[in-house]
């Protein structure tokens, strides 16, 4: 058994964290023979509801969880953690203009990116959750210059995740069978989710379901997902959402398989034309803890307009969200 590592989960009275803090808590992200110090961090006003989590921690009896410390100070929650889940962010309200939240977020984002660079381990894995996600990783990484930019990413997962069961269910088989399909661009509805080099059963996606379908009801349906469950549940995916988040950090701590990829949003090192200096998801390959953007995938004309809308969407919220952290 290793010495624990520090891990803190933010937001963590919220509903995703409730679903993600038993997953992470049980041993199926760090490995079953990792032990942990769980660190929550939520706001002040709900102190009282994290305590109510944290007694659940501990009538959970999980044998890897060594310590659980709530709090409101980043300083506390950040101190020598090795990942960082940031799920706690500020939510789109009736009436609130997509300007606002950007700015609401832009703030929680870069107190959060100071109290990594000031006391997180610099080889910290952070995954952004809370919208919206590429750039609030962006804006954290940006106020966090200690710790290497490939150490902040965030989450397009869950895109992944129902792209993949959308194909399966398509094609009645499991979703085990269904590989490398691939989300390009941004956590939102302009993200293009790609099944153009997608397996199932080891045979092109492409040759098994109709190119009409690949273009419009499956971009669609997975564009549009995260609404149609808010939609039926009356609240946002929180399940599914901490089981990427899972998915997500595990794959970055343990590697992918080879030749399978996984999609991820990074920092764009300019691959496949796509500006640098943007949260863009690309497909990646992990290896040491290390992802590399997997290269020389073919992009048809069809795909390369989905990922320049995206594209301009990404650099639209980047301006916005500087201008917020220059004052203006
Ligand atoms: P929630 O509202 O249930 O919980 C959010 C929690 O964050 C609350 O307890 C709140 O007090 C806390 N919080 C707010 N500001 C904070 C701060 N400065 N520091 C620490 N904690 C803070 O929301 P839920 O459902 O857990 O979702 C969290 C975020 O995840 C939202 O932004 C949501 O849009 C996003 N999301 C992202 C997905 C993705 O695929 N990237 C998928 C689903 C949700």
Redesign the pocket.
Known sequence: MSEPIRVVV?????????SLLYIIANGEVFGKDQKLVLTL???P??MG?LEGVVMELHDCAFPLLTEVIPT?D?AVAFKDVSAAFL??????REGMERKDLLSA?VK?FK??GEALNNHAKKDVKVL????P?NTNALICSHFAPSIPKENFT??????QNRARAQIAQRLGTDISNVKNLIIWGN?SATQYPDAANGTANGKPVTDLVEASYLQSDFVTTVQKR?AAVIAARK????M??AK?AADHIRDWWHGTESGRFVSMGVVSDGSYGIPKDIVFSFPVEIKNKQWKIVQGLKLDSFARSKLDITTKELLEEKEEAMAVCNGN
């Open positions: 933010t937001g963590a009275a919220g509903q995703i964290a409730y961090l939520d706001i006003p709900m509801v409101a980043p799920v706690g962010a500020m939510p789109r977020n929680i107190v959060q952004v959750v809370g919208n996600a965030a989450m397009t997962r869950l895109d956590h995260g609240m946002s995916s929180a599914s959402a990427a």
